[in-house]
């Protein structure tokens, strides 16, 4: 889908440097799932030129709402945090593929570290109506820098008692997301859910037997989002060894299981 | 209005095409763009085998431009015969293959693979390449060598063969000259502008390949004074390009003497580009009481 | 924290100076900046005899770029000395004269009458300004006459001697190499790109003098390849410039090869903004503990 | 001067397609004269990449308050439109040369044309405060493409009655303002002020006797705005004949006397 003229409705700071956008688009809210992502143009000029890939943090299908969190993280981004409600954003989306969804009573964890986890709570929310709200198998970490960083309430709002970690130990266990769950998970899960920066992915990597399936979400830079420029490549094992193709994070991504990505 | 206009063969409905690595293999934006709408659809750079391309990050924003490293990732000339043009014969719209070797040879027998292939009207010769490390833009830098290529490619195909030029050279009429006189039907202009970044925290050069083309609008100027030179030097058509972003930008091409334009870049930031660009044209036409676009190339000689 | 820098001889108390023709005779800019801050001032193309320059308009502005057709307006090399050195040598700070000739002889000739002259620091050689006739990129444009004409600067002068380069050319090594032989001193890269608009309401070329430089950000990525290619063919020092805006954009032309840097274009949009840039190393350095910025230079080929 | 961050306190549109825009800028203010203009950036982004010459439309010394009055001509025209109270502007100013105030007494016709008009607003406060008010000796000539667009009535708060001219005729004379100034005005002025589009400078220049000073505010593309970078030239002339030298708008204008111009 593709509208120029989405109209905002509510762009706040809600974290330090970060910022919910919801946006007006029954279109996208229906067609979304979890893990996909929009592409956004931060600016009606030519610079910045290139549109911005950000996950769908969530749907509100009712009402016809679609959410963002992001991070100021550079000028797109910071032009984007100008925008106000009512001011009117260029949007192509759903698109990318995304995380496969459980069947219910399947254990799973769900494992995110920094602005890395907000895919992850549209996911949740899917979990949890999959689940009919019965939520003892769904074990949910998060990491942050620190702890006002953490979406630790978003995730309760939702039914789940996270596990928490912070670096600077303000909040939680003090360290990475990954040691923490590898501390706190003895019992081995049907399947992982993961999303944040490329450091923890690769913790994480080396942390699973070879039996689990995880499905992480990986980040490149984007040109058109859609499979046509052949930009946003990321390395996918070809066979057993050292061998490998290029995927696309755009179309055959941003969601990948973790066994065929290299680190 | 008339719209449509002939490029050495080629006959299109309107002066509107997709550059060559901005519009994939036609599939990708066929949910965004009608492609029966298009005047002709350039598909990605094609080799004789598959190609891998550039380690990531391929691509780098600049002020209103692009830099690219793909390096000619493709599925290879059978693969697209095979796999990607029976999707794009559906359409009523020429199919352009932008194909691309390294050596004389290799363009010589990609031109004749693609001889007579129903459903290919046309071959865009990439000789201006900046992201291999062999062939691509050194045949274009030169005019012997860049004749060379384009008399092996007309030698095997019947098709229409449009020279596909670069920008990083001394005196682009020159070379579009000797392609002229090589048996071309027609040029396409410009190809990326080298160029490169540099990221100050990791001190290293951003693009994998270190080196990258630039394209977009920050290069629309120096693609305009091509077209316009070349327009001076060659009675062959010229398909323009470089930052083609809006109708009047397609205009300005068309004035400076392109009879047909491609839209590249400007597919990744606004997906129906192509569509606005012939809109604009149109309308255009319409209030100036323009009753055929064929009037309007080359009319800032005048 | 060493900002100093040795560009054939001048020495510069930090890296920055400005763009000629981007900052006038020096007096323009000097109620916005300070003058004395500065690492050199290049003041505007100067030619033995004074110059009305091309027919408006002048300029027009492209995506994150502008187009140029000033045309070397200047009011010769006797008035420069006369009426406008003066102004200059108030000041602590390197005043580099940048020369435009129609001829070989008229280059030597320049050079010879600013021998010796009080207040004037080194010599920039223009053999790259697309705008005027005769000389100016004509020589650039090919290795043998670009040597030429510095080698008759040399021979006429013991000043620092920078040639000054034009990136349309298909191999700017290949050019700097020649008049680094010639005994060029150091090397400013790069001169404007040339380019060209239409005005499509009346059908014709925008700027007078229908073709122009480009210049600005949309170039950056074309200078810094420039740079990075030259810095690996030659020695001597290299001034970089085109684009530059910020701290950060200076500091990608320093790893990739530039001794010092040069701010043009974007004086017009930011009167202060060679303090700016200046700025912005500065907190660079000091946040990476760089205690000497030479040894940033050509860092990214590391 | 030059200042980053000028504070907007008004922006709205008066006139279809027109905006006032009012800065608070007391060092402006003191130091703007008629005629002189600002040199504004109407984008925080490379693109558009100029800065704007725009005509002080008036100071308001006390409140230390500059305005401008533009039309909405472009993409960085329209870019400023959208600017909103407590927006901050990046502008340089005042520039340029403007007109030499005449002295109290001396008979004064001002002449302004479309949005041209806009510096002599500021002129005409000028010289109420150099007339005290008694203004019988200034005629004051409006023109514009139709009624909505004169400035008829902000020329009337200042205690001035226009005459005016539109092309359509919706108000006053129907016509060029050149056109009505002939009509109306037989007797001779002692010196002519004048704006507007290059055409109605032009019929001024032919309509005046050779012994009549008027002073005109020309335009021209500008980049550096203070001489720098020798882009804004007009001709001016150099002796009797056809012989000219370039004098730079941005420095030696916008204001000349008609008489060195060419047409
Ligand atoms: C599939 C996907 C989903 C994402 N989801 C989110 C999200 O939900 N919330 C969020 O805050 N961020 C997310 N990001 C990262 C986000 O795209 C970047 O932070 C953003 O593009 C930075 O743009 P900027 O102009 O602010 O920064 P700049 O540094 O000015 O960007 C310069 C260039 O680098 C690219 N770039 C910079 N950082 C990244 C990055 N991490 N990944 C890809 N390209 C990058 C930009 O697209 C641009 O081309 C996601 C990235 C991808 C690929
Ligand atoms: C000294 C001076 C004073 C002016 N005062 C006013 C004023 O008070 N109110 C007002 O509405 N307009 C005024 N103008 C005209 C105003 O500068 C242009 O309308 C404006 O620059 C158009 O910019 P844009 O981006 O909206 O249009 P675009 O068409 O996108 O501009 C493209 C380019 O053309 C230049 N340009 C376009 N029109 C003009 C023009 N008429 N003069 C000079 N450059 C132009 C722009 O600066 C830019 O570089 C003045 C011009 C000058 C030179
Ligand atoms: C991502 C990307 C990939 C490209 N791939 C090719 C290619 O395979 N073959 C080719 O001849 N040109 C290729 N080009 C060049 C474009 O076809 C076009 O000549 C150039 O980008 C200028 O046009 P634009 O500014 O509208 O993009 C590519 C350009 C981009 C941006
Ligand atoms: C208006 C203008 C006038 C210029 N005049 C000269 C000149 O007289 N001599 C010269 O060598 N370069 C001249 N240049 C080129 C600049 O010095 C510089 O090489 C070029 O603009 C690239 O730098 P920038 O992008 O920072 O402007 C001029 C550039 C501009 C924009
Ligand atoms: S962003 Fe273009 S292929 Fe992925
Ligand atoms: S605008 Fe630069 S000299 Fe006038």
Known sequence: ?263 | MNLQVNIGGIKMKNPVATASGTFGLGREYSGFVDLNRLGAVVIKGTTLLPRLGNPAPRIAETPAGLLNAIGLENPGVEAVVEQYLPFLRQFDVPVIVNIAGDTVEDYARLAQRLDRQVGVAGLEVNISCPNVKKGGMLFGSDPDSAAEVIRGVRASTSLPVIAKLSPNVTSIAAVAESVAQAGADALSLINTLLGMAIDIRSKRPVLGNIMGGLSGPAVKPVALRAVWQVFRAVKIPILGMGGIASGEDALQFIMAGAGAVAVGTANFINPAATIDVLKGIEDYMEENNILDINDLVGAAHR
């Not at chain 1, 009512?86 to 399947?106: A, C, E, F, I, N």
């Not at chain 1, 009919?132 to 620190?146: D, I, M, Y």
Request: charged share 20%.
């Open chain 1, 1 to 263: 889908m593709y509208n120029k003229n989405t109209a905002i409705i509510k762009n706040d700071e809600v974290m330090p440097g970060h910022w919910l956008l919801c946006l007006d688009s029954p279109d996208i809210a229906r067609a979304a799932s979890p893990g996909q992502f929009l592409h956004v143009r931060c600016s009606r000029t030519l610079d910045p030129l290139l549109r911005r890939p950000l996950s769908i943090y969530c749907a509100d299908r009712e009402r016809g709402r679609v959410y963002i969190l992001y991070r100021a993280a550079g000028r797109g981004t910071a032009l984007l945090a100008g925008m106000r409600p009512g001011d009117r954003l260029d949007v192509m989306g759903p698109l990318g593929k995304g995380y496969t969804l459980p069947s219910p009573g399947r254990s799973v964890a769900v494992i995110g570290g920094g602005i890395g986890a907000a895919p992850l709570f549209f996911l949740l929310s899917e979990i949890k109506a999959i689940y009919s709200g019965r939520l003892e198998n769904v074990a949910v970490f998060l990491g942050a820098a620190t702890g006002e960083l953490l979406l630790a309430s978003q995730t309760a709002a939702l039914g789940f008692s996270p596990y928490t970690a912070t670096d600077d130990g303000t909040v939680g266990f003090k360290g990475s997301v990954i040691d923490l769950y590898i501390d706190t998970n003895g019992s081995k899960v049907d399947r992982i859910y993961a999303c944040g920066p490329p450091p923890m992915l690769k913790s994480l990597s080396r942390a699973l037997g070879p039996d689990i399936r995880a499905e992480v979400s990986v980040e490149e830079r984007m040109g058109c989002g859609v499979g046509a420029c052949l930009s946003c490549v990321c390395k996918v094992r070809e066979g057993a060894g050292e061998e490998f193709r290029y995927a696309h994070v755009c179309k055959d991504g941003p969601v990948f299981s973790i066994q065929d990505l290299f680190f």
